[in-house]
């Protein structure tokens, strides 16, 4: 051998002769492939990276063999293997290749030297048998080979599925077409995993068809679609995921695959499936062992090793791809990048996961390399030998290291809660360890709250492993929960939930299967009550957590809905979709305020967005029912929150109708364009404020229009241009500053815009406009602002959000910035404004954002109003303050709107 290494160092680049000396040193079946190499391919095989060849399905790796002999088909076949395993071993221990690259390579030699012994095999059986006329057959690869992920040691899992009838022609013997199947299977497999001289080419695992070993080997492809569907159990679902035609009639094997997919893909998010796949993996940890790296332990089944990466994948798979196709793939690196891509799983864990799979798939092929032999385990001497083999110094140490991020992945998202061996302590038994920190009524409340989810497990509607899984939940919530002020509402918020879910055991099993659900969970029902509120109401939302991109992709997708609103012709359908949808983003809205994802700005524009869409669609609805046209110069204008982008989770929408003709009185069929404007006004007012699911769920006020509530509903456009240019007040003209055209045809759009630009754009003498928002302001004090100092009311009170919004609005009208938003309105100030005003404006924004921050999440998590904040630090909203707020004390929120107070007052003086 020797000799045979020197002659190839003469014939490779000396960058490549420690590599080649080490191959042959630590891997015996390298060794051993050596021995019947001609120089010739010697030289093909030693090369770089970059000129390296690697085995596919193709002729170039498996030539076909037109013998007709069983021993000659036998040597081709394993001549075939032995080259391309050269080069595998050449690829992965000499260069450290790609390990994706090379398990693809892997898999695809394995499909093409199927499909050449399955040719092989009708050859070898057809002169006893002959054929079947208009029959085929094909082979679906399973598991690591339909996921194109195979490894050097490992089985292959096919699964021969046949179409076709009658008996057999042409041979000495005529069969059934069924026995015919069976005898070429048999011969298929012989040819594969019979043991000669020259080994074997693959070993065949056929227990993954239906039936196992006690079915036949080879099943009518009919008869196999209906055995999944009618009667396949879990692990099939989660195996067929991989599914692929690999030889044979590929069409034959798609027309399968396709024919599974409602067995594998559900339209709902099944966490039960998950929950089975979590103790199927727990039955394998009991046959693999539960011991961490040494010899003997599994890089495949153990805990942390790559059966664990395989699982996480097939069970978001399997959660998600019912709804989105785009994650029907077999590849396990393709698929987790595509569940990334869905928002499925974090970019962080699949970074990491990723990094383990192929750090284990390396190890694993180490392995199987050094001897040729089908393991997955440590050898004793495995820490010297795998480093040589990878390259990986301190190997026991980085394989500890990635089997305890797998481990904790796993643990994230399928692991059920309470499965590190602690005692459950039995919270639905009597245990009431902790309640004397609660006072009398606390700990009654906690009793009861116990009690009722003890009563809604004990009437039958769930299965009896959710008594088990109720209990892991509350070991894991209730030392939080008794530590937490809202602690004993979120448990009788629990216990409701409980009671919702009534017989839908999926939910439990998605709070006992997925930590980051159950600890999303008893965070939020201890934070918001709003929040806990809806998810009782709605116990879908448990699923939110499972995706990692949230928020503004989520309000695209509501208002794409409600622009796709066509069906006018149901009209309580929908409304009933208006609705929903509007209190869908609300509570999108609230979960992105509650996990700190999304500034008060952003949420009001969302918020804002919806509006929009839902306004839009409401006035579609409106023209179809009354048979005018789509472009029917109506228009929305929103005012206030809604047309600056500020909107809150309860703001109302402020609203002027302005109908853009030129004659009013014309008529369209039997009334006037007037007389349609005016209904379509009354019945969008109706529509919009309706409680779902009659309705979009908005308050409405319609008192901005020209002349107040003694004014038309609806305005021409002519009527809106002179009343704003003759007889508006300044209040009004600070109302126009936030206004947008918010629905109706373009055209008609920019008129009133432009209406809107001509009034604001109107030289106002600076001393005039100050003295009117004073006066204004003063009157508003005065009759809204809080008689007493046990109150502040942030948005009334003198230093709160409406003085902020009067100096922009000031501005607007003044030194003409063409913004909305009130914090536009500050910042784009032109260079030649008092420099007072631009000193002041980044304390004036901020403490904005800070005051609308403090709106949001006394809403979302109190169902509060900044309308009357305690003025006692201890009070619960100062608490939430402190959790979620940049002011956190009513002295410091008193010190803020006294500058405020004081700015107003210095910037419209001067």
Same mark, same amino acid.
């Given at each position: 051998?020797?000799?045979?290494?020197?002659?190839?160092?003469?014939?490779?680049?000396?960058?490549?002769?420690?590599?080649?000396?080490?191959?042959?040193?630590?891997?015996?079946?390298?060794?051993?492939?050596?021995?019947?190499?001609?120089?010739?391919?010697?030289?093909?095989?030693?090369?770089?990276?970059?000129?390296?060849?690697?085995?596919?399905?193709?002729?170039?790796?498996?030539?076909?063999?037109?013998?007709?002999?069983?021993?000659?088909?036998?040597?081709?076949?394993?001549?075939?293997?032995?080259?391309?395993?050269?080069?595998?071993?050449?690829?992965?221990?000499?260069?450290?290749?790609?390990?994706?690259?090379?398990?693809?390579?892997?898999?695809?030699?394995?499909?093409?030297?199927?499909?050449?012994?399955?040719?092989?095999?009708?050859?070898?059986?057809?002169?006893?048998?002959?054929?079947?006329?208009?029959?085929?057959?094909?082979?679906?690869?399973?598991?690591?080979?339909?996921?194109?992920?195979?490894?050097?040691?490992?089985?292959?899992?096919?699964?021969?599925?046949?179409?076709?009838?009658?008996?057999?022609?042409?041979?000495?013997?005529?069969?059934?077409?069924?026995?015919?199947?069976?005898?070429?299977?048999?011969?298929?497999?012989?040819?594969?995993?019979?043991?000669?001289?020259?080994?074997?080419?693959?070993?065949?695992?056929?227990?993954?068809?239906?039936?196992?070993?006690?079915?036949?080997?080879?099943?009518?492809?009919?008869?196999?679609?209906?055995?999944?569907?009618?009667?396949?159990?879990?692990?099939?679902?989660?195996?067929?995921?991989?599914?692929?035609?690999?030889?044979?009639?590929?069409?034959?094997?798609?027309?399968?695959?396709?024919?599974?997919?409602?067995?594998?893909?559900?339209?709902?998010?099944?966490?039960?499936?998950?929950?089975?796949?979590?103790?199927?993996?727990?039955?394998?940890?009991?046959?693999?062992?539960?011991?961490?790296?040494?010899?003997?332990?599994?890089?495949?089944?153990?805990?942390?090793?790559?059966?664990?990466?395989?699982?996480?994948?097939?069970?978001?798979?399997?959660?998600?791809?019912?709804?989105?196709?785009?994650?029907?793939?077999?590849?396990?690196?393709?698929?987790?990048?595509?569940?990334?891509?869905?928002?499925?799983?974090?970019?962080?864990?699949?970074?990491?996961?990723?990094?383990?799979?192929?750090?284990?798939?390396?190890?694993?092929?180490?392995?199987?390399?050094?001897?040729?032999?089908?393991?997955?385990?440590?050898?004793?001497?495995?820490?010297?030998?795998?480093?040589?083999?990878?390259?990986?110094?301190?190997?026991?140490?980085?394989?500890?290291?990635?089997?305890?991020?797998?481990?904790?992945?796993?643990?994230?998202?399928?692991?059920?809660?309470?499965?590190?061996?602690?005692?459950?302590?039995?919270?639905?038994?009597?245990?009431?360890?902790?309640?004397?920190?609660?006072?009398?009524?606390?700990?009654?409340?906690?009793?009861? $709250? /116990?009690?009722?989810? =003890?009563?809604?497990?004990?009437?039958? #509607?769930?299965?009896? *492993? @959710?008594?088990? +899984?109720?209990?892991?939940?509350?070991?894991?919530?209730?030392?939080?929960?008794?530590?937490?002020?809202?602690?004993?509402?979120?448990?009788?918020?629990?216990?409701?939930?409980?009671?919702?879910?009534?017989?839908?055991?999926?939910?439990?099993?998605?709070?006992?299967?997925?930590?980051?659900?159950?600890?999303?969970?008893?965070?939020?029902?201890?934070?918001?009550?709003?929040?806990?509120?809806?998810?009782?109401?709605?116990?879908?939302?448990?699923?939110?957590?499972?995706?990692?991109?949230?928020?503004?992709?989520?309000?695209?997708?509501?208002?794409?809905?409600?622009? $796709? /609103?066509?069906?006018? =012709?149901?009209?309580?359908?929908?409304? #009933?979709?208006?609705? *929903? @949808?509007?209190? +869908?983003?609300?509570?999108?809205?609230?979960?992105?305020?509650?996990?700190?994802?999304?500034?008060?700005?952003?949420?009001?524009?969302?918020?804002?967005?919806?509006?929009?869409?839902?306004?839009?669609?409401?006035?579609?609805?409106?023209?179809?029912?009354?048979?005018?046209?789509?472009?029917?110069?109506?228009?929305?204008?929103?005012?206030?929150?809604?047309?600056?982008?500020?909107?809150?989770?309860?703001?109302?929408?402020?609203?002027?109708?302005?109908?853009?003709?030129?004659?009013?009185?014309?008529?369209?069929?039997?009334?006037?364009?007037?007389?349609?404007?005016?209904?379509?006004?009354?019945?969008?007012?109706?529509?919009?404020?309706?409680?779902?699911?009659?309705?979009?769920?908005?308050?409405?006020?319609?008192?901005?229009?020209?002349?107040?509530?003694?004014?038309?509903?609806?305005?021409?456009?002519?009527?809106?241009?002179?009343?704003?240019?003759?007889?508006?007040?300044?209040?009004?003209?600070?109302?126009?500053?936030?206004?947008?055209?918010?629905?109706?045809?373009?055209?008609?759009?920019?008129?009133?815009?432009?209406?809107?630009?001509?009034?604001?754009?109107?030289?106002?003498?600076?001393?005039?406009?100050?003295?009117?928002?004073?006066?204004?302001?003063?009157?508003?004090?005065?009759?809204?602002?809080?008689?007493?100092?046990?109150?502040?009311?942030?948005?009334?009170?003198?230093?709160?959000?409406?003085?902020?919004?009067?100096?922009?609005?000031?501005?607007?009208?003044?030194?003409?910035?063409?913004?909305?938003?009130?914090?536009?309105?500050?910042?784009?100030?032109?260079?030649?404004?008092?420099?007072?005003?631009?000193?002041?404006?980044?304390?004036?924004?901020?403490?904005?954002?800070?005051?609308?921050?403090?709106?949001?999440?006394?809403?979302?998590?109190?169902?509060?109003?900044?309308?009357?904040?305690?003025?006692?630090?201890?009070?619960?909203?100062?608490?939430?303050?402190?959790?979620?707020?940049?002011?956190?004390?009513?002295?410091?929120?008193?010190?803020?709107?006294?500058?405020?107070?004081?700015?107003?007052?210095?910037?419209?003086?001067?």
């Amino acid at each position: 051998m020797s000799e045979q290494i020197d002659t190839i160092l003469n014939l490779t680049s000396p960058e490549l002769h420690a590599d080649v000396r080490r191959v042959f040193e630590i891997s015996q079946q390298f060794t051993m492939l050596m021995r019947t190499v001609l120089e010739q391919e010697s030289q093909t095989l030693f090369v770089d990276q970059d000129n390296a060849l690697l085995p596919d399905g193709s002729d170039v790796w498996v030539p076909t063999y037109e013998g007709s002999d069983l021993v000659g088909c036998l040597a081709h076949l394993r001549k075939c293997k032995h080259r391309a395993h050269r080069h595998l071993i050449w690829w992965e221990m000499g260069l450290r290749g790609d390990m994706d690259i090379s398990c693809r390579a892997i898999a695809d030699l394995a499909s093409g030297l199927m499909d050449e012994a399955l040719r092989m095999a009708e050859r070898l059986v057809a002169p006893r048998y002959g054929a079947i006329e208009g029959g085929s057959f094909c082979v679906i690869g399973l598991g690591k080979l339909g996921g194109r992920e195979l490894n050097l040691g490992s089985d292959v899992d096919p699964l021969f599925v046949w179409q076709g009838e009658g008996s057999t022609t042409g041979g000495r013997q005529s069969v059934p077409a069924q026995e015919y199947y069976m005898h070429l299977s048999r011969m298929l497999i012989r040819l594969m995993s019979e043991r000669t001289v020259d080994g074997m080419v693959w070993p065949v695992d056929m227990r993954l068809r239906p039936g196992g070993d006690a079915a036949a080997i080879a099943l009518h492809i009919d008869a196999t679609v209906n055995f999944y569907l009618e009667y396949g159990q879990t692990w099939e679902r989660a195996m067929l995921i991989k599914a692929r035609p690999v030889a044979g009639d590929l069409l034959l094997g798609q027309v399968f695959v396709d024919g599974i997919v409602p067995f594998i893909y559900r339209r709902y998010l099944d966490y039960t499936t998950v929950a089975a796949l979590a103790d199927m993996k727990r039955r394998i940890d009991g046959q693999a062992g539960s011991g961490g790296i040494a010899a003997g332990f599994d890089v495949k089944r153990g805990r942390g090793g790559i059966r664990e990466i395989e699982f996480i994948i097939q069970s978001l798979q399997l959660l998600h791809a019912g709804r989105n196709e785009a994650l029907r793939v077999q590849p396990s690196m393709q698929a987790i990048d595509l569940l990334e891509q869905a928002g499925a799983i974090g970019a962080e864990d699949v970074l990491l996961l990723k990094q383990a799979y192929r750090f284990w798939r390396r190890v694993e092929h180490a392995i199987q390399s050094r001897r040729g032999e089908q393991t997955h385990k440590l050898q004793d001497d495995y820490s010297a030998y795998l480093t040589a083999a990878t390259g990986i110094v301190n190997i026991d140490v980085e394989m500890r290291r990635q089997a305890v991020i797998v481990e904790t992945a796993f643990r994230k998202y399928i692991k059920p809660v309470g499965e590190d061996g602690q005692q459950v302590q039995g919270w639905l038994s009597g245990k009431v360890e902790g309640f004397d920190a609660l006072d009398e009524a606390g700990a009654g409340r906690m009793s009861q $709250g /116990l009690q009722h989810v =003890d009563e809604c497990l004990s009437r039958g #509607a769930l299965p009896e *492993r @959710s008594r088990v +899984q109720v209990e892991r939940i509350l070991e894991r919530a209730m030392p939080r929960w008794l530590n937490d002020e809202n602690g004993v509402t979120a448990l009788e918020s629990f216990s409701k939930l409980i009671r919702s879910i009534s017989g839908r055991a999926t939910w439990i099993d998605l709070m006992a299967t997925h930590q980051g659900v159950l600890d999303w969970l008893i965070g939020v029902l201890s934070a918001s009550q709003y929040l806990a509120g809806h998810i009782v109401k709605d116990p879908s939302w448990l699923e939110w957590p499972l995706m990692t991109e949230h928020h503004e992709t989520d309000i695209k997708q509501v208002c794409a809905k409600l622009d $796709g /609103l066509d069906a006018f =012709d149901d009209v309580e359908q929908t409304l #009933a979709d208006i609705g *929903r @949808s509007v209190d +869908q983003a609300r509570l999108l809205c609230a979960l992105a305020v509650d996990a700190h994802t999304a500034d008060a700005m952003m949420v009001g524009a969302w918020l804002a967005d919806v509006a929009d869409a839902a306004t839009s669609a409401v006035l579609h609805l409106c023209l179809y029912e009354m048979d005018l046209p789509e472009a029917f110069p109506f228009v929305a204008l929103a005012m206030g929150k809604h047309g600056s982008q500020e909107m809150g989770l309860v703001s109302d929408l402020d609203m002027v109708f302005v109908l853009v003709h030129d004659e009013p009185a014309a008529h369209v069929g039997k009334r006037s364009r007037g007389e349609h404007a005016q209904r379509i006004g009354r019945r969008m007012i109706q529509y919009l404020s309706g409680k779902p699911p009659f309705g979009a769920g908005f308050e409405f006020d319609a008192r901005l229009r020209p002349s107040g509530s003694s004014g038309v509903l609806v305005t021409s456009l002519t009527g809106f241009h002179d009343y704003q240019l003759n007889e508006a007040q300044t209040w009004e003209h600070q109302a126009l500053c936030r206004a947008r055209a918010a629905a109706g045809p373009e055209n008609a759009k920019a008129a009133v815009e432009a209406v809107i630009l001509e009034v604001l754009g109107q030289k106002r003498n600076a001393q005039t406009l100050a003295a009117d928002v004073m006066e204004m302001r003063a009157k508003m004090l005065d009759h809204l602002g809080s008689k007493s100092d046990a109150v502040i009311n942030l948005k009334q009170d003198a230093g709160g959000l409406v003085d902020i919004e009067f100096l922009a609005q000031y501005a607007r009208l003044i030194f003409g910035s063409g913004s909305r938003r009130v914090i536009d309105m500050l910042k784009n100030l032109p260079a030649d404004a008092p420099e007072a005003w631009h000193q002041s404006i980044p304390f004036l924004a901020d403490t904005y954002r800070d005051y609308r921050q403090m709106e949001n999440v006394l809403r979302v998590e109190l169902w509060a109003s900044i309308g009357k904040l305690p003025g006692d630090a201890s009070a619960t909203e100062w608490e939430t303050m402190r959790r979620h707020a940049a002011i956190t004390s009513p002295d410091a929120l008193r010190q803020r709107m006294a500058k405020v107070r004081l700015l107003f007052n210095e910037l419209l003086s001067n």
